[in-house]
């Protein structure tokens, strides 16, 4: 069974701040996604990155960075510089091998708010 | 290009009432996902249909039916609702082997 850990409920932090959500894994296949979401208080979700697991680079999009390594099955997102907008909760999520559609499986979500 | 409508936004049902949420797409994706989101819980897969003429159970489909109607619909109905399926309703619509799933706006349902 594929499991998702956030184990960070709420984060709160300070304009400019420097933060990381945490996200652990755990799945059997050896042909997996991970994905990041951001949730507004406006309600939608928000695609943010996927990340296949053949794929351990570091990825960088702006303020945005994430940090996947497979020997501690760990996929951790780092937001550099906070901002007031990026408060939001934030899921991470775990995709099985599935040739013909894909279920996600999603942590439980961490609250990030950012204060000015 | 609207991607993923939901309708409706909002329902407030009574204990045994009977409802089915719309779900539709204009991306011609294959598969098309329901979740549903509790607080505290994430996300959970109640049924999705890998492609039009298919539908299978997810995490938590008690209680719920499902229809692919063509390719770019894909209903949930509740029977007889039941305050513990008061919760966010979400659908979402992918591409096969592209993984990135596309989510509506959500249905916030209330049953008293």
């Known amino acids: 069974a594929q499991k998702v850990t956030q184990a960070q409920t709420e984060i709160s932090v300070v304009e400019k701040e420097d933060v990381t959500l945490d996200c652990v894994y755990e799945t059997r296949d050896t042909t997996y996604y991970l994905f990041w979401y951001k949730q507004p208080p406006s309600g939608e979700l928000v695609f943010l990155i996927r990340?296949?697991?053949?794929?351990?680079q570091n990825e960088i999009s702006g303020r945005y960075s994430w940090n996947f390594q497979k020997s501690t099955s760990s996929f951790n997102f780092t937001i550099t510089a906070s901002q007031v907008v990026d408060s939001a909760v934030y899921f991470c999520a775990l995709s099985d091998e599935e040739t013909s559609g894909s279920r996600l499986t999603f942590g439980e979500g961490t609250q990030l708010t950012v204060n000015p | 290009n609207a991607g993923v409508t939901q309708t409706p936004k909002f329902q407030v049902l009574k204990t045994g009432q009977s409802m089915t949420l719309q779900c539709a797409q204009d991306?011609?994706?294959?598969?098309m996902y329901w979740y549903r989101q509790d607080p505290g819980m994430g996300l959970r897969l109640i049924y999705y249909?890998?492609?039009?003429?298919?539908?299978d159970k997810g995490e938590v489909p008690n209680g719920y039916n499902v229809s692919r109607l063509n390719k770019r619909e894909f209903s949930l109905r509740l029977e007889s609702a039941a305050p513990s399926q008061t919760s966010v309703y979400f659908c979402a619509a992918d591409r096969v082997n592209y993984n990135e799933q596309f989510f509506g706006p959500g249905t916030r349902l209330t049953v008293l």
């Open positions: 991306m011609n994706h294959n598969s």
């Open positions: 990340r296949n697991s053949f794929d351990e």
């Open positions: 249909s890998a492609s039009e003429g298919t539908t």
